[in-house]
């Protein structure tokens, strides 16, 4: 009895072992080329650098109101407004150089994410000072995992689809849509024929009423 058992869990255990090994190997998703924690926290870089930008900006006009106030007090009026305005303009450019700052390295985020995002990244851009425009290359040219899934799928769809019919069966098809049209254009003429057997009935009957005195 100890020896049937013995015997069928070495069966079982072989059975299961080849079971496993016959599984279908899932394709690992590539490691990500550029460092996610790295592209977030320079997502929150761009992130406060506008925030700073639109302070900049909205602390100028507000001073600018507070200036061209102050200075209808003033003797030389007009010279005091455009003074402000100066200034003013000023902290725009500052607030422009400041948005221009975060506008590239929202790029730079973007571009990195697509990457990752790529079924098949190349390895130039794992090193760490990529060549010149190597990214964009990657990008026009590679594919990201997601379309690289659809496209497999539509070919699973077209694989799996109804093989073509025979010359047979497409002549037999053939045929039997013009049995079912002759049938349907002969039911057409025959009704076609009765209403005008039945108009003609139906004048002679009126010709022979008129004709009575």
Not at 25 to 41: I, K, Q, R, T
Not at 55 to 78: F, G, H, P
Not at 164 to 192: G, M, N, T, V
């Amino acid at each position: 009895m100890n020896r049937f058992y013995s015997t069928s869990f070495r069966i079982l255990l072989g059975f299961c072992s080849g079971w496993v090994l016959c599984l279908p190997v899932m394709a690992a998703p590539p490691a990500p080329v550029f460092d996610p924690a790295v592209l977030e926290a320079r997502d929150q870089e761009a992130k406060a650098l506008k925030n700073e930008g639109k302070e900049i900006r909205a602390n100028a006009d507000q001073q600018l109101e507070v200036d061209t106030w102050n200075c209808y007090s003033k003797i030389l009026v007009n010279r005091c407004i455009d003074q402000a305005r100066d200034r003013r303009y000023q902290e725009r450019e500052k607030a422009r150089a400041v948005e221009a700052q975060a506008a590239v390295i929202d790029r730079e985020v973007r571009e990195r994410r697509l990457i990752n995002q790529l079924s098949n990244p190349p390895e130039e851009l794992r090193q760490p000072n990529p060549p010149a425009g190597s990214i964009k290359k990657a990008i026009d040219e590679g594919k990201t995992v997601k379309q690289v899934e659809q496209e497999r799928k539509i070919r699973d769809a077209e694989q799996s689809a109804t093989p073509l019919k025979s010359d047979a069966e497409i002549q037999a098809a053939s045929a039997e849509r013009d049995r079912k049209a002759a049938e349907k254009r002969a039911k057409r003429e025959a009704a076609e024929q009765q209403r005008a057997a039945e108009k003609a009935a139906y004048e002679a009957q009126q010709a022979i009423k008129n004709q009575k005195p």
